[in-house]
Structures are given as structure tokens and as C-alpha cells.
Nanobody, 122 residues
């Protein structure tokens, strides 16, 4: 069982930056693949980024070059550094965890945080 708690969301102007954090419980954190997803009002939940248990990273095309996912296994935490934010990045951001391999579809993840709101003003 893994519990996830996100933090770090907020309101930022276009071009600004935010860093999201997701703290996890559980003794086998380093064996999980971790992902960030986002959901805008009236839209489906979309893949943003993921990191495998050995540190390989994956990104949606829309955020490549602007967002960076990282993990600190000693702190049981995954981060999402978001730079050059755009109004279209506005959404609730969720972190998620699954055993073993990275997947980019939400229904492949077993554990979810409660979400944190990110709002980018133009």
C-alpha cells in the first residue's frame, strides 16, 4: 500500500516556474514507477511525466524541455519542476505510483494523490 500527498501548486504568471512535490509512504518506494498526470476542467486526465525505478524519465511532448521529473528515494519523494509555464498548463496535477514498469495511461496506476491545483495566468 502506498499513500501519496502532493504539494507545491499555486498561481503563477505565464513564463514562471513551480515545483511540485509528492511525498509517499511505504517501505518499497524505490521499486515503484512514479508518474505525474494533469486534468483540466472538462477534460480527461493526461500523462505529463514519469520516472522509472532506475531513474529513466519520460515526458509528454507538450512539456518536453520545460518540465523535469526527478525522484529522491531517500526522502520517498518525487518532484516535478515546471519552467516556462503557459496558461494551457493550468490543471489539477496528480502524482501516481505503480509497481515496476512505467506506463503513460492513468488506468495503469494503482495509487493516486489527492491532486494540487496549478493555475497559470496570461
Amino acid at each position: 500500500q502506498v499513500q501519496l500527498v502532493e504539494s507545491g501548486g499555486g498561481l503563477v504568471q505565464a513564463g514562471g516556474a513551480l515545483r511540485l512535490s509528492c511525498a509517499a509512504s511505504g517501505r518499497t518506494f524505490d521499486t515503484y514507477a512514479l508518474g505525474w498526470f494533469r486534468q483540466a476542467p472538462g477534460k480527461e486526465r493526461d500523462f505529463v511525466a514519469a520516472v522509472s525505478s532506475n531513474g529513466d524519465t519520460y515526458y509528454a511532448d507538450s512539456v518536453k524541455g520545460r518540465f523535469t521529473i526527478s525522484r529522491d528515494n531517500a526522502k520517498n519523494t518525487v518532484y516535478l519542476q515546471m519552467n516556462s509555464l503557459k496558461p494551457e498548463d493550468t490543471a489539477v496535477y496528480y502524482c501516481a505510483a505503480r509497481m515496476r514498469l512505467v506506463r503513460t495511461t492513468p488506468n495503469n496506476y494503482n495509487y493516486w494523490g489527492q491532486g494540487t491545483q496549478v493555475t497559470v495566468s496570461s
